[in-house]
């Protein structure tokens, strides 16, 4: 049974730092493409970061480039998000997701349960 599980969440301050995890088990990993969606309070699911099969092409939405990194570990079946300069409108529940091959199209074919991010000013 695949299943993905996220940790890391928590509440910090602005201008904090944290690092998500996502442990994967029950596929073969390396073939899937990894992402990091979020939800905030009244607002729709927003992809925030993905990561190719090999972990050498990454994409970000807008709003967190240049202070989220995306990476994977396919020797421990691990994606991480690593956000820094975290502000007040990050907060949200982070989903980690993975999809069959490329992230390019299609839905996404597993979820993690979310874990909580609360930023506070």
């Known amino acids: 049974q695949v299943q993905l599980v996220e940790s890391g969440g928590g509440l910090v301050q602005a201008g904090d730092s944290l690092r998500l995890s996502c442990a994967a088990s029950g596929l073969t990993f390396d073939a899937y493409s990894m992402g990091w969606f979020r939800q905030a309070p009244g607002k729709e699911r927003e992809l925030v970061a993905t990561?190719?099969?090999?972990?050498?092409?990454?994409y970000y939405v807008g709003s967190v480039k240049g202070r989220f990194t995306i990476s994977r570990d396919n020797a421990k079946n691990t994606v991480f998000l690593q956000m820094n300069s975290l502000k007040p409108e990050d907060t949200a529940v982070y989903y980690c997701a993975a999809k069959f091959g490329s992230m390019i199209s299609g839905g996404v074919d597993y979820w993690g349960q979310g874990t909580q991010v609360t930023v506070s000013s």
């Open positions: 990561v190719s099969r090999t972990g050498i092409t990454t």
